[in-house]
């Protein structure tokens, strides 16, 4: 048996060397390992669409590339209400944001048209829509007006219907109804068209509102009734779903820009498959809540047929021409959100 070849000093300048790169390599890794702020209005648990979408990514991202790209969340307006977190997302001191469509409309007002009322039957047909060509065309016009970009469209934790102290079961008996209502021109003009008086009323003060008669009841998800325990001053729901409201997340320019190139698909990967499962989630989510409040002693009333036909009607060629007039890009998006439901 041969003897070993003596270790020359070259061969140990060799290891030595060998050594030192691969303890330096995990170091160099931690070093390149991309972060991104990601801000949300909502609180950290799972009541919240915002942070199952947010945990959903995160294990994804630590699954495919481990610890290569760093999300660190900031629930419940820790970085600034949502109309300042827009803003600082455009100009990238925030990367990423996850909220509702409309806050987007105030840098890209086409986006507004998806908080016009009975725009959508389902989230089932948001996901049809804004997975295609026509989420595709309003991330070109928000990328235009903003340089940010829509990641994904995910789902709230159901859609939005009307509660009230007396049971209101059609559009002749929510004539004269006070409803509190979002502070948006989409919103006032939905109800108005639906004989009801809108009330604007911040949430925060929508409790004692209810409470104390200045309203006569509200349009809300039912998620956030029962997360709010505002079932204690209502006593019927109208199941208007007149909104399904999409939950989008967005990232800025300079967030874009932090990302490798050879860590955008994977990142691109983890974006879709964590809104495929928020949205199953999602789903379950609210009709669990449908069912609580059920049982706390909110009675349920669906929206005939041809109440919704009606006010459907009226909304197209009222206020969904009308913002299709103002925003003539939006018009042929209007045409493309109908054909499913044809």
Known sequence: MAAPAPVTRRHLLHLSGAATLAA???AARAQSRVSLRFSSSMVADQNAAHFVWYEQLQANLKASIGDAIKIDYFPNNQLGKESDVVQQVKVGSVDMMV?????FATICP?????????????YAHVAKVLDGPTGTALNEMLQKSSGCTILTWASHFGPRSVYTKVPVRSLAEVKGVKLRVLPTPA????????GAIPTPIPFGELYMAAQTGVVDGFEHDAATVLASKLDEVVKS???TEHLFSP????IGKRGMDKLPADLKPAFQKAVADATAQQRAIASDKGSAAIEELKKKGIAF??????DRASVRQAMSSG???SFAKQYPPTAPLFAAIQAPRG
């Open 319 to 321: 206020l969904w021409a």
């Open 24 to 26: 330096a390599w995990p």
């Open 301 to 306: 009333h669906p929206m005939s047929a041809a």
């Open 187 to 194: 919103f006032i003009e939905t109800f108005k068209a639906m």
């Open 99 to 103: 909220s509702g469509s409309s806050i």
């Open 237 to 239: 729901c109208w199941l």
């Open 247 to 250: 939950m989008v997340v967005v």
């Open 110 to 122: 086409e986006l507004g048209m998806l908080d016009l009322g009975y725009l959508f039957d389902n």
